[in-house]
C-alpha cells in the first residue's frame, strides 16, 4: 500500500463514497488498479452505487496523480493512509476512519498524550477565557490541544497551546491549503508554524457545511478524550460530543452560567454523567493520570493494549476464522454481514496484527 500518488487520488472519494474505497482496493488490487479501471470494469462493481460510480469517473477526469504529488510536494503537504504506520492509532479505532489524512506542518509525536477542546463560535468572555486557561494548563503539562481552528472557541484552545510555545494540531473542514475562517490567518500560520493543520479533504477542497459533521468526527477521534466549553443544546459541538461518545473518548465539560442559553448544553451534558473540568488537573483525574506521570509517554499503554475490546463486526469476524484459511465470500456468507462490513473490520483486524490475508482472499488467524 505504499502507490502515494494513487492513493493520494482515492482520497477524493471522501464522503459517502469513502466508505467502498476498502471494497475498490480489494476488487482492483490496489489504488493504482481502481485508478486504471475503465468504465466498464467499474460498472461490474455490482455493490458500488451509481454516485459512487459517477463520483470516480469524476475525479479520474478532473486529477491526475503526477500533478497533485507535485503541487502536494510544492506546498509542503504530507499524505498518509491509513494503512501507513504513521496513522494516528487512536483514530484507526474509530468507526469510518478518513481514508488517509492530509497534514500541513509536522504532527506532534502519538506517544503524547492528545486531548481535544471544542466550544461554540460565539462564546462569552467567561468562555474564552476558561478555554485559554485550560488549553494552557494541559499545554504546559505536555499534552497536545486537537481543535477546529473555528472562529471561536475552537481558536482560542488552539491560541492557548502556541502561548505556551506547545504544539498543537488543527482539524479543518477544507483543504489544508485553505485557511478557514479567514480571519483566523495569524493563528493558521502560528499552527502551520509550530503544530500541524489536518483534514481529510484534498488540498484546494473549499469548505461545504457538510463537511463538518465529517471532520468532527476526526476531532475526537484524535484525543483521549474531549472538553467541552460553552455550547448549546443543538449545536455543531453536540455532533462531536455524539462522536466521542460513540467512539469510546471520555467527555469533560466546564460548568457555565446557568442564565446562558450557551451553557445549557454543557450544564445539561454534566447532569447526565460527563466530568467537571475547571482545570487541567481535573481532566488527567477523569483519566486516571497521576501528575507525576510521563505524560509524553502516556499513551504507549494504550496503543500496545492486547486486551481492548474489538467492535462488534470486527468480534464476530475473527470468530470465524481459525488456523484453516476461509475465504471472502464465506466470511460474507457466515457472519451475515454486508461485503463493506466484513471489509472493514478484516482490514482493522489485519492492521491489529490479529489476522493474516493470504492469496485468493483467504484468512486465518
Not at 463520483?55 to 479520474?60: A, G, L, Q, R, S
Not at 483566523?184 to 484534498?202: Q, R, T, V
Not at 475465504?327 to 462490513?341: A, G
Request: include cysteine; charged fraction near 20%.
Amino acid at each position: 500500500m505504499d502507490d502515494l500518488k494513487h492513493m493520494i487520488w482515492l482520497a477524493h472519494l471522501y464522503g459517502p463514497g469513502s466508505q467502498y474505497i476498502d471494497y475498490l482496493l480489494t476488487k482492483f488490487g490496489s489504488a493504482e488498479g481502481v485508478y486504471n479501471a475503465s468504465q466498464v470494469q467499474l460498472r461490474e462493481c455490482k455493490s458500488l452505487p451509481e454516485g459512487v460510480l459517477s463520483k470516480i469517473i469524476y475525479i479520474k477526469q478532473r486529477f491526475h496523480p503526477d500533478k497533485m504529488l507535485f503541487d502536494m510536494e510544492k506546498k509542503g503537504i504530507h499524505f498518509i493512509s491509513k494503512f501507513s504506520d504513521s496513522y494516528p492509532p487512536l483514530l484507526q479505532d474509530i468507526p469510518n476512519p478518513p481514508f488517509g489524512l492530509f497534514i500541513l506542518g509536522n504532527m506532534p509525536d502519538f506517544d503524547k498524550l492528545w486531548i481535544s477542546i471544542i466550544g461554540t463560535r460565539r462564546p462569552t468572555s467567561y468562555g474564552r477565557t476558561a478555554a485559554h486557561k485550560i488549553s494552557k494548563e494541559l499545554a504546559e503539562k505536555g499534552v497536545i490541544i486537537v481543535s477546529g481552528m473555528a472562529d471561536g472557541l475552537d481558536a482560542v484552545a488552539n491560541k492557548g497551546a502556541l502561548d505556551m510555545g506547545q504544539p498543537t494540531a488543527a482539524v479543518l473542514g477544507s483543504g489544508v491549503d485553505i485557511c478557514y475562517p479567514a480571519v483566523n490567518e495569524k493563528i493558521y500560520e502560528a499552527i502551520k508554524e509550530k503544530g500541524c493543520l489536518i483534514s481529510e479533504f484534498p488540498p484546494g477542497t473549499n469548505t461545504d457545511r457538510w463537511h463538518f459533521p465529517l471532520r468532527n468526527r476526526i476531532i475526537s477521534g484524535l484525543s483521549l478524550a474531549l472538553i467541552v466549553i460553552e455550547s448549546g443544546i443543538k449545536s455543531g459541538t453536540m455532533i462531536t460530543v455524539n462522536h466521542a461518545l460513540e467512539q469510546g473518548r471520555e467527555v469533560l465539560a466546564v460548568p457555565g452560567n446557568i442564565t446562558s442559553a450557551r451553557s445549557e448544553g454543557t450544564n445539561k451534558l454534566i447532569k447526565e454523567g460527563a466530568h467537571v473540568a475547571t482545570c487541567a488537573m481535573d481532566v488527567l483525574d477523569a483519566l486516571g493520570i497521576v501528575e507525576s506521570e510521563n505524560l509524553y509517554n502516556i499513551n504507549e499503554e494504550i496503543y500496545n493494549n492486547e486486551n481492548i475490546p474489538l467492535a462488534p463486526n470486527e468480534k464476530t469476524v475473527y470468530a470465524l476464522l481459525g488456523d484453516e484459511p476461509i475465504d471472502l465470500d464465506d466470511i460474507v456468507q457466515k457472519s451475515e454481514l454486508d461485503p463493506r462490513s466484513v471489509l472493514v473490520a478484516l482490514t482493522k483486524l489485519g492492521l491489529a496484527g490479529k489476522i493474516s490475508e493470504l492469496p485468493g482472499q483467504k484468512y486465518t488467524r
